[in-house]
């Protein structure tokens, strides 16, 4: 990395006394026809800007799954016996002053209903609510079961009819299902398909989310609030947060600019520097439409990067060209001078951000490999638009005078005065270079460092808070899902069990007996609140065919009579082959622990009950999704922790082929880790799908400040330096620069804390600390570590 | 060598899981849970001082407070749902349930014995049917008895009574019904002295003194004035099942069921005259209180008190109770009600607060 601070004679050189034909290859290739590479460049802007017209946001519920792991292996492949296990919203429509027998209420109702019913994506025989047929009540007389419609055929709205709708929704058995306990509202309930049926088309979760907050606005009055849940209802709204990204992405742009303006005082260069930043987005867009790749929620992020990644490594070309022409440079000499030098550190400091991503493609989770292969081509861009067309595009411009000596100043002191007063910020950082300070700062991250790594042992996998994790507690969506939990009796967190038996075989005694104790187990947990499966409902219609008494509350034994119960159970218990029982597990909420303990009772009654014949399988339902992934993530992080620090410290060790070199890099960073984890445990964020990628971005983007330093200082120190000198012209060489990367990448991604979307919030303070961090460490304890690790050489040549 | 040994491993790994059978939740013991509490319970008794409930799962529960704290019985050996419990004093009881089970205790509903199951209670059937018929011709009950055997356990007894620590006799589904003289170490079967050719099943006993009424589905209902030697059907004009009845203190009988309907007879079961229970709901059990009165509950967790002798009712004041299925009068003067979801207290001054039906 030597070439880095090789500044040869590049002072005062002229247009005039510059061979063109010097450099290498690739740079004689690129300046001696900068007109035609700027003129590619335009036509690949504009082409690809009219490609990125087609980039469409989606979220698709496979993608942000572990579709690999054995649960939801299991879960795909049974995904279509499963009836009541998909995509279903729950729309709950709630009366504020009256109750739901009233003529407006129920009317209110019906409008929404047959609205509904006409939705392409909706599985309307399984629809249910007040007005379906299918929602019936039965009682028993002396002559045997009756039944109806919970609204009578010759529902009138009179004060009659309406007594009969409340006597048949209390003999309907879905009070606590459909129509709450206090009668103050009702649900409807909209499985959807998975593709429509017309069209064989993906659903438009966006569209569909729209359609339903028009139907919020249309309905919503003073007496009749809607409540809408499920897991369209989540993406949509995460689609429509996703829009609000917009926002932050200009905030970023403007501040990052701000903070560049503020730091060359030049305004020419500024500009250049975040348009070819924002070329590289644009180009980066375009190409993802056309390499058949959309934006999820999680991979809408990656453009923040690249700019911020753009703007740090475009801010560091600029410093060099800046530096050159203030020493009267020609500014097209002055670039390639400028590329020449920074060409492979450029290359190099990407490449550690590529390996920061790459090793994301560990995780089987196909959003993360998406934002890995997404970040990767951003950063491949960015060797064009940022290490290529920059140094171009200023070898036209050039810089502004003012600016140009001003970048020179500290530079032109030190080389005229070595005795004067250093700037003060420098001068600060150098003190870590002394024993005493860095014994000190040692000391510092050795505490920090225990006290990080003792609380990260309190960090939890999965999600913390209840409702829907990605988004916000306070958001409309958790709190309609909060008056569902309320008021109906089944919870929105579902763990489902699969039980495989032999054809026509899951209502045999003997396997219904198995269901009822693995049930049995599990409503022991204290997460469990309640169960439901075929031998509940077996022993529920034992009862019922005993004209209700409850004395005949047990699984018959008399295989005729669970014959007769089963062509009567409702199809969601069991599958048409009858080799497939489900056994809905809900839960109090979705924690992590809560998760643990229905996991380990399912396996261990799985593991003792398991035979050839009957096996029960986890997990669908969103809860065992979400169990699964846990797993997954689980496991993921702690090999992406070793992969990326493997990956970071074989990079280390080529750059500076010196593992005193290599600690002094990756310690720091270590350290950040660490904290970052306790700062988890102290902001309530669990590990999970959305914080995985931060510590692989943060380590890999963060060993760049390392790389940046300790590759001068070691020059320096070869050249026969003190650590003291070689730190000092390290900080003003590039040190800059470094805290303009770490600024300007904690900047852009500290916007995303104002997402509506509770995961992008938590990677965007995660992130951002961890640059800042990483940038901290880079300027501190590196030099700390380099006291007592890199030794001055002896200069082998005067 | 090996490999043939190997091989009959494989091959009796394999013959294992056919014939795989999950063990019987007769024989399987009652497991401790944390939740016993909010279990389907189906019947409450008094032992003295102490209350016992039982209910699904073969869940048994004591309260030593009177109902205010409960805990699971130590062991109970099955784990089939059971449907009644009855004590004859502070530590001998009897318990009853699916797989047509008989359970005792000698220890205040601690621990609990197995004394009778579905199959051994078929086979005493089916002997008394041989005893009775003719090996050549087979009687319709002898018919009927061996299909009650090959059918398997799969039967509940539903209700029991003793007498005092030796005689008792229990009735169940299909009309079965047994007695004993031994405390429940050898039972006879009671089917040849009832009349009941359809095979109704009986759900409940009412007691006082040596007079018992049955009654059962579809309007059964049977009669015994000496202890259960003799049994003599009731008619009664209503079609519907009768899941419980009550012998009051001034000699008239109430029985009630289905929708309901409830009927009282002051003639000893000559007259049936209709008590109105205000509202179409099925009334699951009854209780005669140590005063007389008359408690009645129903499947919406009314409970239904009457100061006449079952002559008229009315509900008691109550917070909202889940489906009753049964009622005791506790030691300390107040109720306890058994529910789909748990045992209920409700204190002696509720019995004051009744209020117009």
């Known amino acids: 990395m030597s070439h880095v601070a090789s500044s040869p004679s590049t002072a005062g050189v002229s247009l005039r006394d510059f061979d063109p034909q010097s450099g290498s290859g690739i740079e004689r290739a690129l300046f001696n026809n900068r007109l035609i590479i700027v003129l590619l460049c335009l036509i690949a802007t504009v082409f690809l800007a009219y490609q990125a017209t087609g980039l469409s946001l989606n979220a698709a519920f496979e993608k942000m799954i572990p579709t690999k792991h054995e649960y939801i292996a299991n879960f795909l492949e049974n995904r279509t016996e499963l009836a009541g296990a998909g995509n279903t919203l729950r729309i709950a429509v709630e009366s504020k002053k009256g109750t739901i027998f009233d003529p407006a209420y129920l009317d209110v109702v019906r409008q929404i209903n047959d609205e509904l019913f006409l939705y392409p994506e909706v599985d309307r025989p399984f629809m249910k609510s007040l007005w379906t047929p299918s929602v019936r009540w039965t009682g028993v007389t002396e002559e045997g079961l009756d039944g109806g419609p919970v609204i009578p055929d010759d529902y009138d709205g009179s004060p009659e009819s309406l007594d009969q709708v409340r006597v048949n929704v209390e003999r309907s058995g879905e009070i606590g299902q459909l129509i709450a306990a206090n009668f103050q509202s009702s649900i409807i309930l909209v499985p959807l ?105 999680y991979s809408v992020l990656v453009p923040f990067l690249v700019f911020a990644i753009g703007m740090s490594h475009g801010a560091q070309k600029m410093n060099g060209i800046m530096q050159d022409i203030g020493r009267g440079t020609d500014k097209l000499v002055a670039a390639r001078f400028t590329f020449r030098r920074l060409i492979l550190a450029g290359v190099t400091a990407l490449l550690a951000d590529a390996v920061g991503f790459a090793v994301l493609m560990v995780i ?35 810089v502004s005078a003012d600016a140009a000596k001003r970048s020179l100043k500290a530079e032109l002191a030190e080389a005229t005065d070595a005795g004067h007063a250093k700037h003060p910020f420098w001068a600060f950082l150098d003190l870590f270079t002394q024993r005493k300070w860095a014994s000190i700062a040692i000391a510092v991250s050795l505490v920090l460092g225990i006290f990080g790594l003792v609380t990260s042992f309190q960090l939890k996998i999965g999600d913390t808070d209840q409702g ?41 005694y003997d396997v219904l007996m198995q269901v009822d104790a693995l049930e049995r187990d599990l409503q022991q947990l204290p997460g469990v609140e309640v169960t439901s499966s075929l031998a509940g409902l077996s022993k529920l219609a034992a009862a019922g065919m005993n004209e209700g008494s409850l004395k005949w509350y047990e699984i018959p034994r008399s295989q005729d009579m669970l014959n007769s119960i089963i062509t009567r159970a409702p199809r969601e218990l069991f599958n048409q082959n009858c080799d497939l029982l489900t056994i809905y597990v809900y839960l109090k909420d979705h924690k992590a622990d809560t998760l643990n303990s229905v996991v380990q009772t ?103 400040y390392a790389l940046y330093v300790l590759t001068v200082t070691q020059a320096q120190l070869k050249a026969g330096h003190t650590l003291s000198e070689a730190y000092y012209k390290a900080l003003l060489f590039t040190g800059k620069v470094v805290v303009l990367t770490g600024i300007t990448l904690g900047i852009a991604v500290a916007t995303w804390a104002f997402s509506p979307i509770k995961f992008q919030a938590d990677m965007g303070i995660l992130l951002a600390f961890m640059f800042v961090w990483n940038m901290l460490g880079a300027l501190i304890l590196l030099p700390a570590l380099g006291h007592f690790l890199l030794k001055q050489k002896k200069p082998t040549s005067i | 060598m090996l490999f043939s040994a190997c091989l009959s491993l494989v091959c009796g790994m394999a013959t294992s899981a056919e014939n795989y059978k999950p063990l019987d939740a007769l024989d399987q013991p009652a497991h401790l849970s944390e939740k016993a509490g909010f279990s389907l319970l189906t019947a409450v008794s008094a032992a003295g001082q102490r209350l016992l409930a039982v209910g699904e799962r073969g869940v048994i529960l004591l309260s030593d407070d009177h109902g205010k704290h409960w805990r699971q019985a130590r062991s109970v050996p099955s784990s089939v749902a059971l449907t009644a419990v009855r004590f004859v004093n502070a530590e001998l009881g009897w318990a009853v349930g699916h797989g047509g089970v008989v359970l005792h205790s000698r220890d205040a509903g601690e621990t609990w014995v197995r004394q009778l199951d579905g199959r051994q209670a078929a086979a005493i059937e089916q002997a008394a049917a041989d005893a009775e018929g003719s090996a050549e011709t087979p009687s319709r009950r002898q018919r009927d008895a061996a299909r009650i055997v090959a059918e398997g356990p799969d039967k509940p007894f539903l209700d029991v009574h003793f007498f005092d620590a030796q005689r008792g006799l229990i009735v169940g589904a299909y009309g079965l019904a047994f007695a004993t003289a031994d405390g429940g170490k050898s039972w006879v079967s009671l089917v040849g ?16 003194g040596e007079n018992l009424l049955i009654s059962g589905e579809q309007g059964t209902l049977l009669r015994s004035t000496d202890g259960g030697q003799s049994f003599t059907t009731l008619a009664i004009d209503y079609p519907g099942t009768l899941f419980g009845a009550l012998l009051a203190n001034d000699k008239s009988m109430l029985v009630f069921g289905l929708r309901g309907n409830a009927f009282r007879s002051t003639n000893q079961g000559g007259a049936w005259q209709k008590v109105d229970f205000g509202q179409p709901v099925t009334l699951t059990a009854g209780t005669r209180l140590r005063d007389g009165g008359l408690v009645v509950v129903d499947e919406t967790g009314r409970v239904l008190l009457s100061r006449n002798a079952g002559a008229a009712f009315s509900a008691l004041h109550t917070e909202k109770i889940n489906a009753a299925t049964d009622v005791v009068e506790a030691a300390d003067g107040g109720l306890l009600v058994s529910t789909q979801r748990g045992p209920v207290r409700l204190a002696a001054d509720v019995l004051r607060s009744e209020q117009k039906k």
Not at chain 1, 239 to 255: D, E, K, N, S, T
Not at chain 1, 482 to 508: E, G, L, R
Not at chain 1, 649 to 674: D, E, G, N, Q, Y
């Open chain 1, 468 to 508: 829907a994790p990605e988004l916000r507690a306070d958001s409309r969506y958790n709190r309609d899902n909060a008056f569902m939990v309320a008021n109906y009796a089944a919870s929105s967190d579902v763990y489902i069990v699969m039980v495989k038996t032999p054809q026509y075989h899951c209502a045999h």
């Open chain 1, 193 to 297: 398909q998975d593709k429509l049926a017309e069209t064989g088309e993906r659903i438009d979760y966006n569209k569909l989310s729209q359609r339903l907050e028009e139907i919020r606005a249309k309905y919503e009055t003073d007496d009749i609030t809607i409540h809408v849940t499920g897991f369209a209802k989540v993406v949509g709204d995460l689609l429509a947060g996703m829009q609000q990204v917009m926002l932050f992405f200009a905030m970023a742009i403007a501040i990052c600019t701000a903070v560049l303006y503020w730091y060359t005082r030049c305004l020419r260069s500024t500009a250049l520097v975040v348009t070819c930043s924002v070329v590289a987005v644009i180009w980066l867009l375009g190409l993802l439409p056309m390499l058949g790749y959309e934006l999820d929620p």
């Open chain 2, 193 to 208: 002295r009832i009349d009941n050719p359809r095979a109704r099943h009986l759900y409940n006993i009412a007691v006082d």
């Open chain 1, 364 to 398: 089987q989770i196909q959003v993360i490999q998406d934002l890995a292969i997404t970040a990767s081509i951003g950063v491949a861009v960015l060797i064009f638009t940022n290490l290529l067309l920059l140094p171009i595009l200023l070898s036209y411009t050039g």
């Open chain 1, 602 to 704: 399912v396996e261990r009654f799985a593991q003792a009950n398991n035979t050839e014949q009957v096996r029960f399988l986890s997990a669908a339902g969103n809860a065992g999704i979400e169990a699964a992934t846990n797993i997954v993530v689980r496991k993921a992080n702690t090999e992406m922790l070793l992969l990326v620090y493997l990956a970071v410290i074989v990079l280390a060790f080529i750059t500076f082929r010196s593992w005193r070199a290599v600690i002094c890099a990756v310690v720091p960073l270590m350290l950040t880790s660490v904290l970052c984890e306790a700062l988890m445990v102290y902001l309530n964020i669990g590990v999970k799908v959305a914080t995985l990628p931060v510590i692989a971005l943060g380590v890999g983007i963060g060993v760049d």
